[in-house]
C-alpha cells in the first residue's frame, strides 16, 4: 500500500457535490495516423495495454475506521478498463459549443471513490466527422486531484502517448499491492504518534518564513498578499455545475511578444490572461479599482524529498488589470512577478506539504463549510482565480495511435474562486482550457475568444 500525503487527500477532503476536485483535460485526435484503422474496440484494447504499465491507474482508495492517518492506494483486485472508458456522440452539428456543453456536464460529475479515481470519454462525431473514416476524434480525461498535479498528471499521459502511432506499449509496472484495514490502521497509528516530531522540524522554518516575509514586506518585495483580492462575479460559492471554453494561440506569436519586450513566456501568459479579465469586467461595468489577483501553483517535485503525487507549492501573483495600456501591463507585471518569484522561492519547498500532514481530516471539511456558509469566500476571495501554466512536449504525439492535435487542459474551481484558466503548450501551440460554473460565468466563450484579442495588441505593438 501507499498512504496519501497530507496534501493528496487534502483535496479528497476539501470535495463536495458543488466542489468536485478532479482535473480534466479535452484533447483533439486525428484518426487517420491509428494503425489499422479507428474502432472504439481498438482504442480500448490500446488502452488496456497501456494500463498494465500504470498502476495509478488500476489504484483505488483503502481506509480503515481505526486509521488516524490519511487513507492509502491499493491495488484494485476487480480492475476493468471497461468501468472507466465510455463512449458518446455529439449532436449535430458536433462543434466547439457541442463538445464544451458535454464536457462540463462530465467535468460536473463527481467520480466513484469504490474505484480507481480516473474516466475517459471517446466523444465521437466531432465537427461531424467520421472517426471510422479518418476523422476527428475528443477525448476527455478526468482524474482526481489527490492522484496527480500538473507534473505527475503529465507523466501519466506520458504512458499514454508515444512519438510514433505504432509503438509498442511499455512493459508492465506492479502496483503498490494490497492491505487490510488492520495493516492500514497499525501502520496509520504509528505515523500518528510520530506527527509531534515532524512538527518539531517544521516549526523552525515556519518561523524562518514568517521572518523573511516580514522583512521583505518592509521593503516591498513580497509577492501579492492573500485575502487582498478585490471582489468579481466569479469569487462566491460555486455549484455543482460546470461551464467551459477553450482557445488555441500560436507559440511563436508569443515568444515574438516574449523577445521584443525582454519578458519570459509565463510574464506573457499573465497578460493575456489580465488583459482577458479587464476587457470581460469592463465590458459589464463590473471592473474593480484594484488590481485581480491570481494564485499560480508552483511545482516543487524537483526540490521535495516528501511523499505524495501532489508536489507544489503557490504564487500569488498580482495581474494589474487597473492599468489600462497592454505594454506597460505586461511590463509591470513581468516585474510583479519576478518579486513574486523571489519571494515564493524563499519560502520553504516542502512548507505546504508539511502543515497539509498535520492537519486531522475533518479539519479540512470543516474550514471549508465555514468558509462557504459564512460567505466568506464572497466578502474576502482568498484570490480571484487560478492561473496554471504546463509545458508540453513540441514533438508530434500519439494517443493510443491517434495524432494529439490539441489538449486543453481544464483545472478544478473552489468556493470563492470560481474560474480556472490553465495553459499548455503543444507542438508550437498553446492550448488554453477555462473553467466556472455558469451561475456565475454564463458567457465563457466571449473570455476564451478575447485570448486572440489580446494577443494581436501586444502583436501590434511588438511589431511597431
Known amino acids: 500500500m501507499q498512504r496519501l500525503s497530507g496534501l493528496d487527500a487534502s483535496f479528497l477532503y476539501l470535495e463536495t457535490a458543488a466542489q468536485p476536485l478532479h482535473v480534466c483535460s479535452i484533447l483533439e ?46 491495488d484494485d483486485p476487480d480492475f476493468d478498463v471497461l468501468r472507466h472508458l465510455h463512449r458518446i456522440g455529439l449532436p449535430a452539428p458536433g462543434g466547439r459549443a457541442e463538445l464544451s456543453e458535454i464536457c462540463g456536464h462530465i467535468a460536473s460529475l463527481p467520480l466513484d471513490r469504490s474505484r480507481p479515481l480516473w474516466e475517459m470519454w471517446v466523444i465521437e462525431n466531432v465537427a461531424g466527422t467520421d472517426a471510422h473514416s479518418g476523422g476527428r476524434l475528443a477525448l476527455l480525461t478526468k482524474v482526481h486531484h489527490a492522484a496527480v498535479d500538473g507534473v505527475t498528471g503529465a507523466n501519466l499521459m506520458s504512458t499514454l502517448c508515444t512519438t510514433e502511432p505504432d509503438a509498442p506499449p511499455p512493459d508492465p509496472v506492479d502496483g503498490p499491492g494490497s492491505a487490510t484495514e488492520l495493516e492500514i490502521a497499525i501502520n496509520g497509528a504509528f505515523r500518528f504518534v510520530t506527527r509531534p516530531l515532524k512538527l518539531m522540524n517544521v516549526l523552525p522554518s515556519t518561523v524562518s518564513t ?22 468579481t462575479p466569479f469569487n462566491a460559492n460555486v455549484t455543482g455545475h460546470r461551464n467551459i471554453s477553450f482557445a488555441e494561440l500560436d507559440l511563436a506569436d508569443i515568444k515574438t511578444v516574449k523577445d521584443r519586450f525582454g519578458v519570459k513566456v509565463n510574464d506573457v501568459v499573465m497578460a493575456l490572461v489580465a488583459g482577458v479579465l479587464r476587457r470581460y469586467l469592463l465590458d459589464r461595468d463590473e471592473l474593480p479599482e484594484s488590481s485581480l489577483v491570481a494564485m499560480i501553483p508552483v511545482s516543487v517535485h524537483d526540490k521535495s524529498d516528501r511523499p505524495g503525487r501532489n508536489q507544489v507549492s503557490g504564487m500569488f501573483s498580482s495581474l494589474h488589470t487597473n492599468i489600462a495600456d497592454p505594454v506597460e501591463r505586461l511590463r509591470v507585471i513581468a516585474e510583479a512577478n519576478s518579486v513574486a518569484k523571489q519571494h515564493s522561492s524563499a519560502i520553504g519547498a516542502t512548507l505546504l506539504q508539511d502543515w497539509t500532514q498535520f492537519a486531522a481530516p475533518a479539519v479540512f471539511g470543516i474550514a471549508m463549510r465555514v468558509y462557504a456558509r459564512s460567505k466568506l469566500s464572497a466578502a474576502a476571495p482568498v484570490h480571484n482565480l487560478v492561473v496554471s501554466n504546463v509545458p508540453g512536449p513540441q514533438v508530434p504525439l500519439y494517443l493510443l495511435g491517434c495524432e494529439v492535435n490539441a489538449m486543453y487542459p481544464l483545472g478544478p474551481i473552489f468556493h470563492g474562486s470560481g474560474l480556472n484558466i490553465t495553459v499548455m503548450s503543444l507542438r508550437g501551440k ?35
Open 29 to 74: 485526435l486525428d484518426t487517420s495516423t491509428m494503425p489499422g484503422g479507428y474502432t472504439f474496440d481498438r482504442l480500448r484494447d490500446e488502452l488496456a495495454m497501456r494500463v498494465k504499465a500504470m498502476p495509478e491507474f488500476r489504484e483505488k482508495l483503502a481506509d480503515s475506521r481505526l486509521n488516524l492517518d490519511h487513507p492509502v492506494w491499493v
Open 210 to 231: 514568517v521572518v523573511d516575509t516580514a522583512r521583505r514586506a518592509t521593503k516591498g518585495l513580497t509577492m501579492a498578499a492573500p485575502f487582498a483580492a478585490p471582489k
Open 430 to 464: 498553446l492550448d488554453v482550457g477555462i473553467v466556472s460554473c455558469p451561475e456565475l460565468l454564463p458567457d465563457l466563450w466571449e473570455m476564451a475568444d478575447d485570448f486572440t484579442v489580446e494577443l494581436g495588441d501586444l502583436l501590434t505593438a511588438a511589431r511597431a
